[in-house]
DNA sequence: GATATTGATACTCACCAGGCATCACAGGAC
DNA sequence: GTCCTGTGATGCCTGGTGAGTATCAATATC
């Protein structure tokens, strides 16, 4: 039946046997081990009855292996060691020193503080290794369900999923890149209404539908109907296209900071679509260390 | 320090808390592995503490998991797995239904005994593999000394070997084998003076140097003097080297029996040397169960 | 043959794993 | 709300056993 304890015998006997086999001497082995010699021969002698096999050869002067014995040792001997590496390991683990953190992220978490808070992290926690997948937010909220990641940067919604616990990071009113040909390049300040006819780069609205609206509802307020080009995703092929002549996107002052020439980032005054980054996770009575450490230092660098 | 006893838990609490984190119930749990809920409830507590982690998390309703409990439990899972499954194997091998044995032999012992025993062996102990080597016979004295084989089929010196023992196979005096075109091929029976001039395929001297120094003396005794052509090994190349009609060389009746035409045996009177084949082994207090298998099923076979 | 070395044995003790009884708490039923 | 049931934790006691000390028995060395 599996399940059922199973073993004829403790670690103790195993390291015991261990041990007097690698010294073929009782008393050294003992003093080793820090026991008296006597427990050690009964302890031995024990772990024979119950495989009811002999290990050991004793004559009063000397201690060989059998070959079983030989055999035995070269099978507990990788087990042992791996036990014994065990405890550190799953306390470096639960220090938060050391195992991985599953984060996934959409174009403007890469574009604004995503960077400073990876560089931090690797070098206050180098034992954590982070994997990282581009992902847009429904995803993401989907793989935070299924424990597929351990947090997300992700743009929220008007609704809040249960059970997930976010942290604000980036809230800021878009402005327009632009072609650095297109004709309102010049301009310091627009509006939305200045760019009636202008072909915007969008991406595909299942992917964020709350921004999307936003980008609708700041359209019909200024009374332009909206023209959108493409749908493109991942983040950073929009800006490619962009730069590319194709069309203006929308994008916050923080992300356009980073991008070089080509193109012309406008602030836009009136009705203009909001973003917020977030940063969520599960809440859970025991976090996962390793994250615990990812949202501290994300914590600190928002 | 390599050797001390160095693990902070029992087998006994990786298995309670592995059956604990499968069922993720300690009352079934502790069902299962016959044991009263509150011993496993302490068993698992005092793994957390020697640990230092928690492992479980317990709600009054529910138990769960841990991240790092999900960690510590892959990593002692095929660790556990591993120690299950020694008892048995390590059992098998003592009772000689596994495991392996190293055998040499030489050309004698392949064309007689060897054969009907290897097949017998591989009846009655399926589960043990036979390693075969042919090897002169100085070479396996060699070999058995420093445990490389386990026993081998050859050819005795007059000094036996300390902490050998043997069991001697086959004793026979030897004729001679001739090319089919051979003056004497038509003789029935021979005498070592009939064949003064023929040339006589043997093997190295320093391979068995008692059987080489008997088949001189025979000459000697026979008054004639031996004409060496070639010395070969292995022991079936020389057969080959009579084929081809390049000379005679020394052979028991039983080897002849097996061989094909082309080739004729004569048996040889007056002075002619013998051959004892033996299987030897070494003596030991603990013998290899395998090699008492294989000793018990060429005993009955020789 | 005396001596030293070494593993096994006898005896005792202290510890602790495990059993039983019970508690404390959470959900569900109504 | 109240009761009931199911769950893991806690308190207490006991039997088993691992470990220590003292000693024995056997063998190799001189």
Redesign the interface.
Same mark, same amino acid.
């Given at each position: 039946?599996p399940?059922?304890?199973?073993?004829?015998?403790?670690?103790?006997h195993l390291?015991?046997f261990?041990?007097v086999a690698?010294?073929l001497h009782f008393r050294k082995?003992a003093e080793?081990?820090? @026991?008296a010699q006597p427990a050690l021969s009964r302890s031995v002698a024990q772990l024979e009855a119950?495989?009811? @096999?002999?290990l050991l050869?004793r004559?009063r002067r000397k201690v060989?292996l059998? &070959? @079983?014995g030989r055999?035995?040792l070269e099978?507990?001997e990788?087990?042992l060691r791996?036990?014994?590496a @065990?405890?550190a390991?799953?306390?470096a683990?639960?220090g938060g020193q050391a195992?991985q953190v599953r984060v996934a992220f959409t174009g403007l978490a890469m574009a604004t503080v995503l960077p400073g808070i990876l560089r931090e992290f690797n070098r206050r926690y180098p034992g954590i290794r982070v994997e990282l997948n581009e992902s847009p937010t429904s995803a993401q909220l989907n793989s935070l369900k299924t424990g597929e990641i351990a947090c997300g940067f992700f743009h929220p919604d008007a609704a809040t999923t249960p059970g997930l616990a976010t942290r604000l990071l980036l809230q800021e009113n878009n402005g327009v890149l632009l072609p650095a040909d297109h004709p309102q390049a010049r301009a310091k300040r627009l509006r939305l209404r200045d760019l009636a006819g202008t072909a915007f780069v969008m991406f595909p609205r299942a992917h964020n539908p709350g921004f999307y609206d936003r980008v609708l509802a700041a359209f019909r307020a200024a009374g332009v109907a909206p023209r959108i080009a493409d749908e493109v995703w991942p983040r950073a092929n929009a800006i490619g296209l962009v730069r590319a002549g194709l069309g203006a996107t929308f994008m916050t002052p923080s992300e356009a900071k980073q991008l070089p020439g080509e193109v012309v980032f406008r602030p836009l005054d009136g009705p203009t679509p909001e973003s917020r980054l977030v940063l969520g996770w599960r809440k859970e009575?025991? &976090?996962?260390?390793?994250?615990g450490a990812f949202l501290v230092v994300a914590g600190s660098a928002g």
């Open positions: 039946m399940g059922e304890y199973q073993y004829p015998f403790e670690l103790r390291a015991y261990r041990e690698r010294q082995a080793t081990l820090a @026991v119950a495989l009811g @096999v002999d050869n004559t060989e059998t &070959p @079983v055999a035995f099978r507990i990788p087990l791996g036990l014994a @065990v405890p390991d799953i306390q683990l639960a195992g009575a025991s &976090p996962d260390p390793a994250l």
